[in-house]
């Protein structure tokens, strides 16, 4: 591991003065468990290291806001709520328990105990082309994604169109789409914006871009989710339970009137280099009574448009169950796989 300068800042300004204009000679430090691991592969050698834990604002959890009849209209998470934090919170488990169950699911209780909300929303990509220092694979200055024609069957489901055809590592963030969250940003000069979590994410194609939109120099400080009222369920197929990346994940959430399914929406996840909003999906169940054939049929018109790599065919299959069952779990129904 490269020898680096540590920096533990008290507020987000020092954080933001102590970044600099491009990637890859400062590297921000939350939980680690993204971090340590790319310095010891010698995907990561920065010069300085910018820890966040010292930063009391990014760990204010759950933050409700409210209007005057003290009905609760948003959630504020901080950026540095631990994984484990969610997955347990009675607070969020009532009101976005698609959010509290993908949080539960994530890696070990060791990985969420020390893992982050803005952890998991930035991490690096899990390519074993780009964990490997000695392939120089596109995002790290190379002139060709390896996976394309070489070993692929972790890569993305949808790759047309795409130079480099990993996928999204986030387990939240298909969830916080679905949900219409929201990340509040901190750049050089102090000042914040707001960014939609369907925004947030970029197809990387270079060395001089990440998972993100975010620059070199700005830091998430929280997420804000609407309390819309909105039934919403996630649903996972991975290899083993623990410490695993999901193969292919669903989120759904909608309004649930009447036995009808309104505003529908429906986003994948580990399926393409973003989080993957599946609008087909969400208008073959816009109006229609939640049943296991009108979810089935969401389901088979979220995979549409897909163009597997020479090992990924298989998720197809998994994308129409997964939305499947996201979606009876979002309205309710009995998981009858579990029985």
Sequence with gaps: MKNFTYFRPETAEQAVALLDNSWGTTELLAGGTDLLDLQKQYVAQPDKVVSLTGIGKLKEKFKEQEVDSKKVVSFEIGAGVTLATIA?????????????????????????????????????????YFRDEHVNCLLKGGEKCFALDGENRYHAAFAKGHPCV?????????????????????????????????????????????????????????????????????????????????????????????????QVKVVLGHVAPTPMVAAKAAAALEGKEVTEATAAAAGKAAADGAVPLSQTAYKIKLIEVAVKRAILIAAGQKKYWEA
């Design 88 to 128: 347990e919170s009675p607070t969020l488990k009532k009101a976005f328990p698609a959010l509290a169950e993908a949080a539960g699911d994530i890696g070990g209780p060791q990985i969420r105990n020390m893992g982050t909300l803005g952890g998991n929303l930035c991490q690096r990509n899990r390519c074993w």
């Design 166 to 262: 990993i996928v999204n590592p986030s387990t939240l963030a298909p969830v916080l789409i679905a949900l219409g969250a929201t990340a509040q940003i901190m750049g050089p000069t102090g000042k914040t914006r707001s960014v939609d979590l369907a925004g947030f994410f970029r197809a990387p194609v270079s060395s001089k871009e990440r998972e993100t939109t975010l620059a070199s120099n700005e830091i998430v400080l929280s997420v804000t989710i609407p309390n819309s009222g909105a039934v919403n369920g996630s649903y996972e197929v991975r290899h083993k339970q623990a410490y695993d990346w999901p193969l292919v994940q669903a989120t759904a959430a909608f309004q649930y009137k009447g036995g009808l399914a309104r």
